[in-house]
Structure formats: structure tokens, C-alpha cells
């Protein structure tokens, strides 16, 4: 059973913006801290953003300023505006579920290129 399902990913232009969504079940969403992680080719996943059931978010420095984590507790959704998009950001992008559990998604590519 596919608890949490990512989209929005895609082809994008240096400079450019995407939006990233992550819907799950009520349950996952209300009991645990949600995050962001991506994986780029030949490299080791790491954390993009997390978004706490309060509203507290962290960041990794590569993409403070550029990228905004929120959540939507009418939709059980969470997302992942990204903005000033550069070629390093190209990557499979994950989400996470934690806290209660632990719970991935199947992952988003995006792809930034021009």
C-alpha cells in the first residue's frame, strides 16, 4: 500500500521554479514530522527541508532562500516550492514521513538543464 505519493516533478530551465507535492494518508500526516530528501546520481540521499505538525521548518544551506516547505492539513499534503533552480539541483526527489514511523515516497525526478 503506497502511503505517500509525490508529484511534480519534470524538466525545468536554470533560473526556473517547480512545485513539488507529497499527499499521504491522515494518519501519516498528522502523526509525524514530513520532509523533503533528494538523491543525485553517484551520491548519497540527503535532507532538502522538513516541516514539523507546528509549522517549524529546517533547511539545508544549499537551498535556504530558494526553497519553501509547507503543508496543508485540509489536503494531508505537503510541498516543496523551489525557485532560482540550478543545474545542482537535478536529483530524484524523495518524501519522508518520520516520528510515529518512518515512511518514503517513490521518489520525483527533476531535472534542471538547459
Known amino acids: 500500500q503506497v502511503q505517500l505519493v509525490e508529484s511534480g516533478g519534470g524538466l525545468v530551465q536554470p533560473g526556473g521554479s517547480l512545485r513539488l507535492s507529497c499527499a499521504a494518508s491522515?494518519?501519516?500526516?498528522?502523526?509525524?514530522?514530513m520532509g523533503w530528501y533528494r538523491q543525485a546520481p553517484g551520491k548519497q540521499r540527503e535532507l532538502v527541508a522538513t516541516?514539523?505538525?507546528?509549522?517549524?521548518?529546517t533547511y539545508a544551506d544549499s537551498v535556504k532562500g530558494r526553497f519553501t516547505i509547507s503543508r496543508d492539513s485540509n489536503k494531508n499534503t505537503v510541498y516543496l516550492q523551489m525557485s532560482s533552480l540550478k543545474p545542482e539541483d537535478t536529483a530524484a526527489y524523495y518524501c519522508?514521513?518520520?516520528?510515529?514511523?518512518?515512511?518514503w515516497g517513490q521518489g520525483t525526478q527533476v531535472t534542471v538543464s538547459s
Open positions: 519522508k514521513a518520520f516520528g510515529a514511523g518512518v515512511y
Open positions: 516541516i514539523t505538525r507546528g509549522g517549524f521548518t
Open positions: 491522515r494518519t501519516i500526516f498528522n502523526d509525524n514530522v
